[in-house]
């Protein structure tokens, strides 16, 4: 090749190079610029877009948006008292309604009988709890009954279903008076020290006490007495994870988790030994109380569950052990006699009993914890504004004082039950819930694609004034009286419905009963202002913000 030819080509490839190179750097701008364009096209179409203008669901009525298109109707749930906002916009809107949240991800709301039926009862298995409404549960109650779904669900309700027979029952209603009797105790001190007008006591924060004591005697066989004892480890734990049941929190908490493997790691042992340096990250401050608080509380739990499980072990070999009537004791017990067929049982001569592994056990014991929150509170607050309603409820008490109510006659108060009942129903524990559709269905005749989230509006269904009245909304627990209804009482959805409805909900109503007729026949009870109103929190569960203050007076019997 002449030198001349070289010269071409080292030329040509020279230009070649330079070509390439101009290229790239003309083209990096370019694709930042084209992939920032398709990001925002992104967020464009998912807040506005869809569900504007190609959702299946853009023509059911509801809210409008409102000034963020980030959040949309996110700031008036969690600023406002627990299911009221939702209650106003059924109101406005009628009973299949849309609000659109946060990052433009819509939610319907369903408020008709027949619609909640199909959706937690009929089709149950097609509505799941959602993801992040599973993450959140499971790091704070256990993967127990609360989370779990499926066959999972049936096979472990199957199980605990015996823990919770009324021969059960009837035998722990005397475990709740240990706890009781301390809180009399305690208010009687109190109330005696203080002038003769009577004492202002926090009632949420005593019988946030007085619940976990009966919880942990009845479904754990543990003595807490966080009545007295401030240092008792659970019971401080317990006490700030209650503390931090706030709607901002709880939003908070489901952004954290929405991040993948978050769940695992917060509930790590490696969270917990970095929980002060988590701690210091700008808004995890929260989160780091959240990890300590349910290390602590797995600690303790785990210790329990070994006593346990020794126990019965003791008990099968005949040692002399008393078979204890915890339901935990029960849950262990009726465990080993299932491991116990499972071994027996050979490879294909017939179907292998359940039985619930360690982790499961484990679970069971969070989901107590986790499940335990109280209306208590409410049930005072509601008597204390009704003065006629509490002097009648007294009356019915007082010619009982004699003995302990047992399940039977705390069953059989006419009026305690009516009180009760109509307390849980202006008060749920949890005022609302969430499923999602994990199918695409017609529902009340509206088509809900697959992946949509329901709404399940607990508070709002218990106070519709086409199921209870014009007098929905107020305590009026005369409506719950047998020749009021003549046998159809309405049904709430305090407790949920179908296969997911609270396996504990007799014991719940008969440990609430116990509680209220031991507080009214020895205390009247009245607003600690004029004015008082019960402002309640938007969280998982409902409390009051202030920790609802009331006037405690002895009664002089």
């Given at each position: 090749m002449s030198l001349h030819n070289s010269a071409d080509l080292a030329l040509s490839n020279s230009s070649s190079v330079v070509v390439s190179v101009s290229k790239s750097l003309v083209s990096m701008p370019v694709l930042l610029f084209v992939g920032l364009g398709l990001i925002i096209l992104a967020i464009v179409y998912q807040l506005v877009l869809y569900p504007f203008y190609?959702?299946?669901l853009r023509t059911l009525p509801g809210p409008p948006l409102g000034p963020n298109l980030l959040i949309g109707r996110f700031r008036d749930i969690i600023n406002g008292e627990a299911g009221i906002p939702q209650r106003e916009w059924v109101k406005e809107y009628g009973t299949a309604i849309r609000v659109v949240g946060p990052i433009g991800i819509q939610r319907v709301i369903f408020s008709s009988a027949e619609a909640l039926s199909k959706i937690l009862s009929t089709n149950w298995l097609f509505n799941p709890r959602p993801g992040f409404m599973r993450e959140v549960l499971g790091l704070v109650a256990g993967y127990g009954l609360l989370t779990v779904s499926g066959d999972r669900h049936k096979q472990m309700r199957k199980a605990m279903n015996p823990a919770f027979s009324i021969p059960n029952m009837t035998a722990q209603t005397d475990m709740y008076y240990k706890a009781i009797d301390g809180l009399l105790d305690i208010l009687d001190s109190r109330v005696g020290k203080a002038q003769v007008g009577g004492s202002v006591e926090i009632?949420?924060?005593?019988?946030?006490?007085?619940?976990?004591?009966?919880i942990c005697l009845t479904g754990l066989g543990y003595e807490a007495d966080s009545l007295r004892n401030p240092h008792n480890e659970l019971a401080n734990a317990y006490e700030d994870l209650i503390s931090l049941q706030t709607g901002r929190n709880l939003a908070r908490l489901i952004a954290i988790l929405s991040i993948p493997g978050?769940?695992?790691?917060?509930?790590?042992?490696?969270?917990?030994?970095?929980r002060r340096a988590i701690a210091k990250i700008p808004f995890l401050t929260q989160t780091a109380i959240l990890v300590d608080s349910m290390h602590r509380i797995k600690a303790v739990s785990a210790s329990i569950l070994r006593e346990k499980m020794k126990e019965a072990e003791n008990l099968e070999n005949?040692?002399?052990?008393?078979a204890k009537k915890d339901i935990m004791s029960l849950l262990v017990r009726a465990r080993?006699?299932?491991?116990?067929?499972?071994?027996?049982?050979?490879?294909?001569?017939?179907?292998?009993?359940?039985?619930?592994s360690d982790a499961e056990m484990m679970d069971q014991v969070l989901t107590f914890l986790g499940a335990g929150h109280e209306t208590f509170a409410f049930t005072l607050w509601l008597l204390a504004k009704d003065t006629v309603s509490q002097q009648k409820l007294r009356e019915e008490i007082t010619p009982h004082l004699a003995i302990r109510l047992g399940y039977r006659e705390l069953k059989d108060l006419v009026w305690l039950d009516c009180v009760v009942q109509e307390?849980?129903?202006?008060?749920?524990?949890?005022?609302?819930?969430?499923?999602?559709a994990a199918t695409t269905d017609y529902v009340d005749g509206v088509l809900i694609p697959k992946g949509t989230l329901y709404y399940i509006p607990i508070r709002v269904f218990n106070t519709l004034k086409d199921v209870w009245g014009e007098d929905?909304?107020?305590?009026?627990?005369?409506?719950?009286?047998?020749?009021?209804?003549l046998g159809s009482v309405p049904s709430t959805l305090t407790f949920l419905a179908g296969p997911h409805a609270c396996i504990g909900k007799?014991?719940?109503?008969?440990?609430?009963?116990?509680?209220?007729?031991?507080?009214?026949?020895?205390?009247?009870f009245s607003p600690s202002y004029e004015g008082q109103k019960a402002n309640t929190t938007a969280a998982v569960t409902m409390k009051p913000k202030d920790g609802m203050p009331l006037l405690v007076k002895k009664i002089v019997q």
């Open positions: 190609f959702s299946p009632m949420y924060e005593w019988m946030s006490k007085v619940t976990l004591d009966i978050m769940s695992t790691f917060l509930g790590s042992e490696f969270a917990w030994r970095h005949n040692e002399d052990t008393a080993m006699t299932d491991q116990k067929i499972q071994r027996s049982i050979s490879s294909g001569l017939g179907p292998v009993p359940y039985a619930m307390s849980l129903r202006l008060y749920p524990p949890v005022p609302m819930t969430f499923r999602q929905a909304e107020e305590f009026n627990p005369s409506r719950w009286l047998p020749e009021k209804n007799t014991m719940a109503i008969i440990e609430m009963k116990a509680v209220i007729a031991a507080l009214i026949a020895n205390f009247e």
